[in-house]
């Protein structure tokens, strides 16, 4: 069967690379969705009861001192305002090589997560596989962090983001493969570790479609182009979300690479990129575990109070808000606490322990214990168990 990729109403044009084959997608097997028979309950219907009872389990709570108290419950108590039996700790990096193949991805993420007892399985993607979706092509050159550079960006022009197709998840390889990870981590783990998947903000995806340079002048010179770009983009994303939660995940982890004040101000985002992202997060609203992570310095705090998420992170050692002031703009709890370079990378022991100590007071204990975003490939054993075991010392 020929190769299908779901459309938006309208005709649209076909994106055509410059010096690459008509396509968009090299890895997207096109289809349309057929309606429902008469009568029968549509499938997002069909899917609620098991989101429901995935979020009951993420309720259930032994309070301290009443019997063992599961990751799960020991997050879901920080989120009420309560004190658990000891903090909640995770830490996450990118595994590249093992993140192109799920079974693989997922063995290295539960090792890494059994091997320091975190309370938090968060799968950290290949952070090209959106944008492969859409023709992307990367390529691994050891980066320290394990990230891809990128050989081919399928957008170049403003006529380009008019001419992306909505994607069916299920259908494009690198979109599955992440639905794989999070089924295939579910069995591993049990109901009782959150399991935490990995999405691109809208306006992230558009970045690593055109390259920064590229979006920044869209935005400024045909704004109407990029928007009808992020309207795909979004749509494809809230599929993807549906799925990852129907494949057994506990909430989502939602990149925002885009919203600092480096790049955009708080209008021009609110303008283009706030309900894209509000839309993602919505389609994890029978989940109990959503993340926002403000990706670059001078972060848009401003902009979570809009967002339905229950923990909110940033790179809180740099230019812009500390732990403090973050908690107060967001309303929210925070997953965070340890610079991941300066702290976790480059510092001692003793750093690692003196960050988890100074993060806990600075956030009256409405913390998850983690590094303020991907850590390093080089960054100690040491200084990760360091931190693990400075969070289990605090104590409840």
Same mark, same amino acid.
């Given at each position: 069967? =020929?190769a299908?990729?779901?459309r938006?109403?309208?005709?649209?044009r076909?994106?055509?690379?410059?010096?690459?084959?008509?396509?968009?997608?090299?890895?997207?097997?096109?289809?349309?969705?057929?309606?429902?028979?008469?009568?029968?309950?549509?499938a997002?219907?069909?899917?609620?009861?098991?989101?429901?009872? $995935?979020?009951?389990?993420?309720?259930?709570r032994t309070?301290?001192?009443?019997g063992?108290?599961?990751?799960?419950?020991?997050?879901?108590?920080?989120?009420a305002g309560?004190?658990?039996?000891?903090?909640?700790?995770?830490?996450?990096r990118?595994?590249?090589?093992?993140? #192109?193949?799920a079974a693989?991805?997922?063995?290295?993420?539960v $090792?890494?997560?059994?091997?320091?007892?975190?309370?938090?399985?968060?799968?950290?993607?290949?952070?090209?596989?959106?944008?492969e979706?859409?023709?992307?092509?990367?390529?691994?050159?050891?980066?320290?962090l394990?990230?891809?550079d990128?050989?081919?960006?399928?957008?170049?022009?403003?006529?380009?983001?008019?001419?992306?197709?909505?994607?069916?998840?299920?259908d494009?390889?690198?979109?599955a493969?992440?639905?794989?990870?999070?089924?295939l =981590?579910r069995?591993?783990?049990?109901? *009782?570790?959150?399991?935490?998947?990995?999405?691109?903000? &809208?306006?992230s995806?558009?970045?690593?479609?055109?390259?920064e340079?590229?979006?920044?002048?869209?935005?400024?010179?045909?704004r109407?182009?990029?928007?009808?770009?992020?309207?795909?983009?979004? $749509?494809?994303?809230?599929?993807?979300?549906?799925?990852?939660? *129907?494949?057994?995940?506990?909430?989502?982890?939602?990149s925002?690479?885009?919203?600092?004040?480096?790049?955009? *101000?708080?209008?021009?985002?609110?303008?283009?990129?706030?309900?894209? *992202?509000? #839309?993602?997060?919505?389609?994890?609203?029978?989940?109990?575990?959503r993340?926002v992570?403000?990706?670059?310095?001078e972060?848009?705090?401003?902009?979570?109070?809009?967002?339905? =998420?229950?923990?909110?992170?940033?790179?809180?050692?740099?230019?812009?808000?500390?732990?403090?002031?973050?908690?107060?703009l967001?309303?929210?709890?925070?997953?965070?606490?340890?610079? #991941?370079?300066?702290?976790?990378?480059?510092?001692?022991?003793?750093?690692?322990?003196? =960050?988890?100590r100074?993060?806990?007071?600075?956030?009256?204990?409405?913390?998850?214990?983690? &590094?303020?975003?991907?850590?390093?490939?080089?960054?100690?054993?040491?200084?990760l168990r360091?931190?693990?075991?400075?969070?289990?010392?605090?104590?409840?």
């Amino acid at each position: 069967m =020929a190769a299908r990729a779901r459309r938006g109403a309208g005709p649209r044009r076909a994106l055509r690379p410059r010096h690459h084959a008509r396509r968009v997608g090299p890895d997207v097997r096109r289809r349309t969705r057929a309606a429902p028979a008469a009568g029968r309950e549509p499938a997002a219907a069909r899917r609620r009861a098991p989101r429901r009872a $995935r979020a009951a389990a993420g309720r259930r709570r032994t309070l301290p001192g009443r019997g063992h108290v599961t990751p799960a419950e020991r997050v879901r108590a920080t989120l009420a305002g309560e004190r658990p039996d000891r903090p909640a700790v995770t830490v996450w990096r990118h595994w590249p090589g093992a993140d #192109q193949d799920a079974a693989a991805h997922v063995d290295a993420e539960v $090792r890494h997560r059994d091997a320091l007892d975190l309370d938090v399985l968060k799968l950290t993607p290949s952070a090209a596989y959106l944008a492969e979706g859409w023709g992307a092509r990367t390529v691994d050159r050891g980066d320290p962090l394990g990230v891809r550079d990128y050989l081919h960006r399928p957008v170049s022009e403003p006529a380009h983001w008019h001419a992306l197709p909505e994607l069916v998840p299920a259908d494009v390889v690198s979109l599955a493969r992440e639905i794989t990870t999070v089924r295939l =981590a579910r069995a591993r783990v049990g109901p *009782d570790v959150p399991v935490l998947p990995t999405v691109f903000s &809208p306006l992230s995806v558009a970045r690593y479609l055109a390259g920064e340079d590229v979006l920044l002048t869209h935005l400024r010179d045909d704004r109407a182009a990029v928007v009808a770009g992020l309207a795909t983009i979004t $749509r494809t994303l809230v599929a993807l979300v549906e799925a990852l939660v *129907d494949a057994g995940a506990d909430g989502v982890y939602l990149s925002l690479f885009p919203a600092s004040h480096r790049l955009v *101000d708080a209008g021009t985002y609110r303008e283009v990129a706030l309900d894209g *992202d509000r #839309q993602v997060l919505e389609a994890a609203s029978a989940t109990w575990l959503r993340v926002v992570h403000f990706h670059l310095p001078e972060p848009l705090l401003e902009v979570a109070p809009a967002l339905p =998420a229950e923990l909110v992170s940033w790179e809180h050692t740099g230019p812009g808000p500390a732990l403090a002031e973050g908690m107060r703009l967001t309303g929210r709890p925070v997953l965070g606490g340890v610079d #991941q370079v300066s702290v976790l990378r480059d510092g001692t022991p003793a750093d690692v322990r003196a =960050a988890v100590r100074a993060a806990w007071a600075a956030t009256g204990g409405r913390l998850v214990v983690a &590094p303020a975003c991907s850590y390093p490939l080089a960054v100690p054993p040491a200084h990760l168990r360091a931190l693990v075991e400075e969070t289990r010392a605090l104590g409840g």
